[in-house]
Antibody, heavy 123, light 112 residues
């Protein structure tokens, strides 16, 4: 079955750009009509959807983060990536990647999820 | 803050039935958008529990069930077990936010 694994630096300095990659295994990132999403969770808090990408490159972003977020896909490597610019301490969180199943009406659900990676923003 | 509101905590004894509510509005659940539910065991990633209001993925016990009515949805756990102690999140779409991943505030289920 499909598995996802996040990777990237665990520590980022304030004002810099956070960069993470999600590697998909057990299936092609291009197969099926799936999107691929990033979701984050600050310690002890709830889940926040960051954005999603289709293998065509089409993206949707959380309006509250849109000005700082870029999600890209590399189908040759079966990977998709997240860049979040101008980070502050408020961006410290566990970041998850997830396969995203779209519905006919713009809704979607997330399954499966990667195990998550903690990113700390600190000097 | 989230547009989907859940009670911070619910608890029950083993074998009991507990329900978790997810209250939205006319721009999300009330507009007809489906609700999905996730279970997050301590220290682990969320796992899909219910999709499309009431559908269970393969491998999810039938002790878990979901429903939707009006501007709210509910997750019920019958025959509560110690292994069900976790955080639970609802999720839907909100047309006013143009957000594909609107999550609820989360509910901690404690097995007494």
């Amino acid at each position: 079955q499909v598995q996802l694994q996040e990777s990237g630096p665990g520590l980022v300095k304030p004002s810099q750009t956070l960069s993470l990659t999600c590697t998909v295994s057990g299936g092609s990132i291009s197969s099926g009509s799936y999107y691929w999403s990033w979701i984050r969770q600050p310690a002890g808090k709830g889940l926040e959807w960051i954005g999603r990408i289709y293998t065509s490159g089409s993206t949707n972003y959380n309006p509250s983060l849109k000005s700082r977020v870029t999600i890209s896909v590399d189908t040759s490597k079966n990977q998709f990536s997240l860049k979040l610019s101008s980070v502050t301490a408020a961006d410290t969180a566990v970041y998850y990647c997830a396969r995203t199943v779209p519905t006919y009406d713009s809704n979607n659900w997330f399954d499966p999820w990667g195990q998550g990676t903690l990113v700390t923003v600190s000097s | 803050q989230s547009v989907l509101t859940q009670p911070p905590s619910v608890s029950g004894a083993p074998g009991q039935r507990v329900t978790i509510s997810c209250t939205g509005s006319s721009s999300n659940i009330g507009a007809g958008y489906d609700v999905h539910w996730y279970q997050q065991l301590p220290g682990t990633a969320p796992k899909l529990l219910i999709y499309g209001n009431s559908n269970r993925p393969s491998g999810v016990p039938d002790r878990f069930s979901g429903s939707k009515s009006g501007t709210s949805a509910s997750l019920a756990i019958t025959g509560l077990q110690a292994e069900d102690e976790a955080d639970y999140y609802c999720q839907s779409y909100d047309s006013s936010l143009s957000g594909q991943g609107v999550f609820g505030t989360g509910t901690k289920v404690t097995v007494l």
